[in-house]
């Protein structure tokens, strides 16, 4: 394989019927990979303690680690104290604006981003070249995987300039070849239609827009347009559906936007074991779980100009260990949702997208797509209140739209065991996004 700092804007062209992207790498010996990792967390702490980086180095010294012969790899990283966002935006707070967390001088970078910030002051997060190499390459293993090929024309619909996971996505489908439709996210009906009208003019193979895609396929039926004729025919990539959870397929830009990806043999997705060490950790003992467990997802990224080392994103995840028949050798990764989008009444936890999956069940709210909105429950024996818009030509008032709620509060306490209030709601009363939906609101204080 070329490295980064050698390469012109591409990878080599390998033969399309090649069953893996890398097969050195991603059929490695998993022994031979272990001790890659190894070394790789070996140089990592090395240069904690040269450069150094302060903020990683006093993880290191709260575990007794007084130099780089101290750890031995992989096995000792469960000593380290994790790392948390927080972590993050205090050290910014502290020594602005960088913080004391980088590996790299930031004007060493091409490339600089911020989280969304939903949850305080955005992190900022400064790739080299090199980081975006390693993240193309794990994007290129994604794509090959779902049978993306070079010369396939898709779009996206990934917010812009400071957040970083559109450039992101954009330079990774372009590294790999594919002939990028990059519209914007559609905030308004206006700028929904005009980039529904484009792919009239150019239709992609590839029309995944994530979170996006509901909006699109709301605003195509407004206008009367025929969805195939926009290319928004919607498939899931393989392996979803299989095991509980979703495949773990990124750690957020700011740390891993590629982590792996789905092969759709078995589930979970194929972990870059090359790039990262991914644990899925009690936060207590900061000890793994055992397999197939759900524990705090925790990664520790490898061989990059600007790595984090130990950092916990607060979302949950499940190692699966078993071999795969697909040739992979590389362990796979569920992901079970953020921790902040779980909710927890009369006994029971879950996540947004579980009651999501059991309104999907009742077909009357699904077209065009389905709208929701929960409130965040308020003490254990509150009531699970919950807005969804009704179908078209549905009037909400109707004994219908009532008999139909009644059937959403049924599917609900059948997959969840939870009493809830569903209420129909005309379309179109529930506030929309061009990215990501707000679908857990908080409740009124007082
Ligand atoms: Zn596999």
Redesign the pocket.
């Known amino acids: 394989m070329p490295d980064g700092s050698s390469d012109p804007l591409g990878p080599l062209p390998r033969p399309a019927d090649q069953p893996l992207w890398d097969p050195e790498h991603q059929a490695m010996d998993p022994e031979l990979r272990r001790r890659l990792q190894d070394e790789r967390v070996r140089s990592m702490v090395a240069r904690i303690f040269d450069a150094p980086v302060p903020l990683f180095l006093s993880k290191l010294k709260e575990a007794g680690v007084e130099g780089p012969q101290d750890l031995r790899g992989v096995e000792d990283l469960s000593l380290i104290p994790l790392t948390v966002k927080q972590d993050l935006r205090d050290s910014e707070s502290a020594v602005p604006p960088w913080g004391e967390y980088r590996f790299t001088d930031p004007r060493k970078g091409v490339r600089i981003g911020t989280s969304t910030g939903t949850t305080g002051q955005p992190t900022i997060t400064v790739w080299t070249r090199h980081d975006l190499w390693i993240e193309y390459e794990s994007g290129a293993r994604n794509w090959w995987r779902m049978g993306y090929r070079p010369g396939m024309i898709a779009t996206h619909a990934h917010p812009a300039y400071l957040y970083g996971g559109g450039a992101m996505l954009q330079g990774a489908y372009e590294y790999f070849g594919l002939l990028t439709i990059w519209v914007p996210p559609p905030d308004t009906d206006e700028l929904a239609e005009q980039a529904i009208r484009f792919w009239t003019r150019v239709k992609p193979d590839i029309p995944f827009m994530g979170f996006s895609t509901g909006r699109f396929l709301e605003v195509a039926d407004k206008l009367g347009i025929d969805r195939s004729e926009a290319g928004l025919e919607m498939r899931l990539p393989p392996g979803f559906g299989l095991g509980k959870g979703m495949p773990l397929m990124t750690a957020g830009a700011e740390c891993y936007a590629y982590v792996g990806g789905p092969?759709g043999?078995?589930a979970g997705a194929?972990i870059h074991e090359d790039w990262a060490v991914v644990q899925a950790v009690d936060p207590e003992t900061g000890r793994d779980v055992p397999d197939g467990e759900w524990g705090n997802l925790v990664v520790t990224t490898l061989d990059r100009d600007n790595g984090l080392l130990r950092y916990d994103l607060e979302e949950a995840c499940a190692i699966l260990r078993e071999p795969?028949?697909?040739?992979?050798t590389s362990a796979?990764g569920m992901w079970g949702g953020r921790f902040k989008d779980l909710l927890a009444c009369q006994g029971r936890r879950f996540q947004a997208s579980e009651l999501e999956a059991a309104l999907r069940v009742v077909p009357e709210l699904l077209q065009p797509t389905l709208e929701y909105q929960v409130v965040r429950p308020k003490g254990d024996s509150a009531q699970l209140m919950v807005k969804v818009e009704s179908g078209n030509d549905l009037q909400p008032s109707s004994p219908s739209a009532q008999a139909i709620g009644q059937r959403a509060a049924a599917a609900v306490q059948e997959a969840l065991g939870i009493i809830a209030e569903v209420e129909v709601v005309p379309r179109g009363t529930l506030p929309r996004s061009g990215y990501k939906a707000t679908r857990v609101i908080e409740p009124l204080s007082g």
């Open positions: 092969c043999v078995t194929h795969c028949p697909c040739g992979e796979r």
